[in-house]
């Protein structure tokens, strides 16, 4: 049955929106209770269908039509209405009509899926009426959503800082790069660097505007605490209660704006839902201020195994990222902001610089490299028209007036030769080049040889190549001298990050 309900649902998703409600509804309505159940997947079609492309004045018709299906004598119809009420846009009208129903309904699976859609619906009235259960966290959260929106005060200064700890996470293979970039910064100090993490600790009152000051780092936690115990043990109380402890209601408190709303991450674990469903139940009987939602949290809860327990993180959700909000498009295959700042770190700086990167595509490292400071001039060439355009403006998004820029599209071999290149040396040739995963190269070495030849071609004396490097082996002209080789992993992949200077008087 289950099947057959999911093929009728495809079938009638082929329809225009006008066929399923002259001739489906229409149908359905005249139907017999029980060809009614068996095509009761109309219910589902009509509301993702109107719900996707329906008018104003469709999505009322459909929502009195839904309504109506509220009294119908079958369950499984009455299931269908609710969880089709939500995505067409209903309101206090259609939850006055779900707590009519919820009032005489003595079915346990109906009060269910009742209380599951006046979680995503409901307001105050819902409340009142005291017969949501479980699911008055999810309505306080629904109304917070709609009345009291939060967001990240990302300037608020935490002046009780001395039991904050962070830790800084990113790709494996990047640490000394963030732990150097923290040193320089000197408002944090590094008290641990392990894979894929930097432990900083402040050492003075600060904000999270201070943390994204730096760059090289993928994702920030503020560290709640610490559940010691063996995977059998179930570490739920534990957890609710480093979750919902005085260091927790500093911080939320103090960086939010708007109401306290969060989601639940069992990292690693897959969903969990029956996990994150019986934590959260447990923090919101603790403190109902904080409201566990899985929609447009300011906040997520991290939960990371580890070998003796749990390590508990408060991340901030900052979409885009303030640090990379440039970052307007992207191309396949396109290089991860912290990596690219990694990246120009690793090149260094000069005066006058004058950068190419061969293979540009959203420009990520060019920006990363101007951001520094002593660019002259820009090159970013890319056999992709698209990526050419996007790179011009994530750009002109980055607000580098003073920098001069140019893109072009074509390949890298042929403008090495090129005028604009050809009449000025550069000083650092920096690229994350394709490697073959998501972009298909037809063969990989032999470009990744033909790069290094032209590197050296184009390279002034005592220039620098940066580059990521998927290929073990290979042999770079002798006039190319490796100064860094590091494994960084590329999402599932080893590559090498590499740093070669060509032989003659250094720039750096």
């Known amino acids: 049955m289950k099947n057959s309900a999911q093929l009728l649902y495809r ?21 017999s209770p029980r060809e009614r159940q068996q095509r009761v997947a109309v219910v589902r079609a009509v509301g993702v269908a ?23 004598p079958e369950e499984k119809v009455r299931r269908y209405a609710m969880a089709a009420l939500p995505k067409i846009g209903a309101g206090t009208h259609e939850e006055s009509q779900l707590l009519a129903v919820l009032r005489t309904s003595d079915g346990g699976r109906e009060k269910k899926f009742l209380t599951r859609t006046l979680g995503i619906i409901g307001g105050e009235a819902a409340l009142r009426e005291g017969l949501l259960e479980g699911a008055e966290q999810k309505v306080k959260a629904s109304i917070a959503r709609r009345e ?47 894979s894929g993490r930097v432990t900083v600790v402040p050492r003075a009152p600060f904000s999270l505007a201070d943390i994204y000051a730096l760059r090289c780092f993928g994702t920030v936690g503020l560290i709640l605490g610490r559940v010691e115990g063996t995977n059998q043990a179930d570490p739920t109380d534990a957890l609710a209660a480093i979750i919902t402890a005085e260091l927790s209601l ?24 029956a996990a994150v469903a019986r934590l959260a139940g447990k923090v919101y009987a603790l403190c109902p201020e904080m409201l566990n939602d899985g929609q447009s949290v300011s906040w997520t809860i991290d939960i990371y195994p580890e070998a003796r327990g749990h390590v508990v993180e408060l991340r901030p959700n900052m979409t885009p990222d303030p640090r990379f909000a440039y970052r307007r498009k992207d191309v396949p295959a396109a290089s991860h902001p912290p990596l690219a700042a990694c990246l ?37 060439t890319d056999h992709s028209a698209e990526a050419v355009v996007i790179a011009q403006d994530n750009f002109a998004a980055a607000g580098l007036e003073s920098v001069s820029a140019e893109f072009l599209r074509g390949d890298f071999r042929e403008i090495a030769h090129s005028r604009e290149l050809g009449e000025n040396k550069i000083t650092l040739l920096i690229t994350n080049p394709p490697l073959g995963m998501r972009v298909p190269v037809k063969d990989l070495r032999l470009l990744l040889d033909e790069l290094f030849r032209v ?12 580059l990521i490097n998927p290929c073990a082996h290979l042999t770079p002209p002798r006039n190319l001298q490796l100064q860094h080789q590091q494994i960084v992993d590329m999402g599932g992949f080893d590559c ?13």
């Open 496 to 508: 090498r990050m590499e740093k070669y200077i060509l032989r003659g008087k250094a720039v750096l």
């Open 455 to 466: 590197a050296v071609e184009v390279l002034q004396p005592g220039g620098r190549l940066v």
């Open 344 to 380: 120009a770190r690793l090149a260094g700086r000069v005066e006058h610089e004058r950068i190419w990167d061969p293979f540009c595509g959203s420009g990520l490292e060019l920006i990363e490299c101007a951001l520094r400071g002593g660019v002259r001039k820009l090159y970013g």
């Open 11 to 31: 079938e009638l998703r082929q329809l225009s929106k006008q066929q399923l409600w002259d001739e489906e509804v229409a149908r359905f309505n005249l139907a």
């Open 50 to 72: 109107f719900a996707e492309t329906g008018t104003t004045e469709e999505k009322a018709r459909v929502r009195a039509w839904l309504a109506g299906l509220l009294r119908d």
């Open 148 to 194: 009291n929106p939060s967001a990240v005060k990302v300037h608020s200064v935490l002046a009780n800082y001395q039991q904050v700890a962070v830790h800084l996470r990113g790709r494996r293979g990047l640490e000394q790069f963030v732990a150097d970039e923290v040193a320089e910064g000197k408002k944090f100090t590094v008290t641990a660097v392990r």
């Open 250 to 273: 500093h911080l939320l408190q103090t960086l939010t704006e708007g109401a306290i709303r969060y989601r639940l991450n069992f990292v690693g674990k897959g969903h969990q839902r």
